[in-house]
């Protein structure tokens, strides 16, 4: 199979798999207003002081997670209820400032990420892409080590050895998933916060209907030829992180969604914790509580389609894989904390 978008070609290899999805020219039309919210406050958390800033606060509960019209791929039915405990999820992507700043303390405190092109064009404010699962999930424990956070990755099931080098395929065991460090979001996580609140609808604002397409225009997201002012950037064309705040090009509104967060469609994919499997949705693990994702798959899940996407593939329901090794200038991810309901405003 041949794959191509903006001159790019992935041979031999399903476009899906992959986890770059980027087939078509979206359909346009519509907007749709989201109000905007205001940052978290730490509660009573003083570890939290240097974090909440950019915050925005996803509270426990169930959701439908899946796709509700039947217009998406079989990976992504049924739909099924899965419970959420509450987090606290940044509402931007890393930006390439944030990770230069991070990266730089890591490098002298014994952590190593691998070599990798930078975006040719790239800007403090753009979201940092061209990453792998492997160095974010590096990334995420040298940020919460360099604010003395407990760090959530670990090498080993004893969750005794901090992974900060090489590329390890963790165990779901390692994870201290109650630790107050940052991590990349579960699958079911990420779902809910980009949902915002809405149940069924294709997008993290108001779009309740099969014909997805008419949700969706360049007013809302940066997808493929989007129209906005960096379209030109033909390598690399993600936008600011946060851009659609109503003073976006094409015109529109403010787009954070329920939960106030940006971009949860379109700009760069967005690494998940999960393993990857086409029917997981039907496996038990999908209804548990807090679910981390299948015992065993491939690769790992990416969500939330990019800058070389087409409207289906932005969909909040939509999936992907890649090898975690793998790096793409349309792969980014955003962070997300688990913290105690007393320490949540």
Avoid at 17 to 38: D, T
Avoid at 60 to 82: L, S
Wanted: glycine residues 12%; hydrophobic residues 35%.
């Amino acid at each position: 199979m041949s794959f191509q978008n903006k001159g790019w070609s992935f041979l031999g290899i399903p476009a899906r798999v992959l986890g770059s999805s980027c087939a078509g020219a979206a359909l346009v039309i519509l907007v749709a207003e989201v109000p905007r919210r205001g940052p978290l406050t730490s509660g009573t958390n003083p570890g939290l002081q240097t974090l909440c800033t950019d915050m925005a606060r996803v509270p426990a509960g169930e959701f439908e997670m899946g796709d509700a019209h039947g217009t998406g791929y079989r990976d992504e039915r049924p739909v099924h209820r899965v419970f959420v405990s509450g987090v606290i999820i940044a509402t931007t992507e890393v930006t390439q400032a944030l990770w230069d700043a991070v990266a730089a303390w890591a490098q002298t405190n014994g952590y190593a990420f691998e070599e990798f092109e930078r975006c040719p064009r790239r800007k403090p404010t753009h979201p940092i892409c061209n990453v792998s699962w492997h160095d974010a999930v590096k990334w995420a424990n040298a940020r919460s080590e360099k604010e003395g956070r407990t760090p959530g990755y670990h090498l080993d099931s004893a969750q005794r050895e901090v992974y900060r080098r090489g590329l390890a395929d963790l165990p779901a065991q390692g994870v201290v998933w109650s630790a107050n460090g940052d991590r990349l979001p579960t699958e079911a996580e990420w779902e809910k916060a980009a949902r915002g609140g809405l149940k069924g609808h294709q997008y993290p604002w108001p779009s309740d209907g099969a014909d997805f397409g008419r949700f969706f225009d360049g007013s809302k997201a940066n997808f493929w030829q989007s129209g906005d002012p960096f379209e030109s950037h033909a390598d690399c064309a993600t936008s600011p992180v946060g851009y659609f705040d109503g003073r976006q090009t094409p015109v529109g509104a403010n787009m954070t969604n329920g939960f106030g967060l940006y971009d949860m469609a379109g700009n760069v994919f967005e690494w998940c914790w999960d393993l990857y499997q086409d029917t997981g949705y039907g496996q038990p693990q999908a209804t548990a509580k807090d679910s981390p994702g299948p015992p065993t798959g491939y690769g790992r899940v990416l969500r939330g389609g990019s800058w070389i996407s087409s409207d289906k593939y932005c969909r909040v329901a939509a999936r992907y894989v890649s090898e975690p090794s793998y790096r793409c200038h349309c792969y980014g991810f955003r962070l997300v904390v688990s913290v105690p309901t007393r320490d949540l405003p």
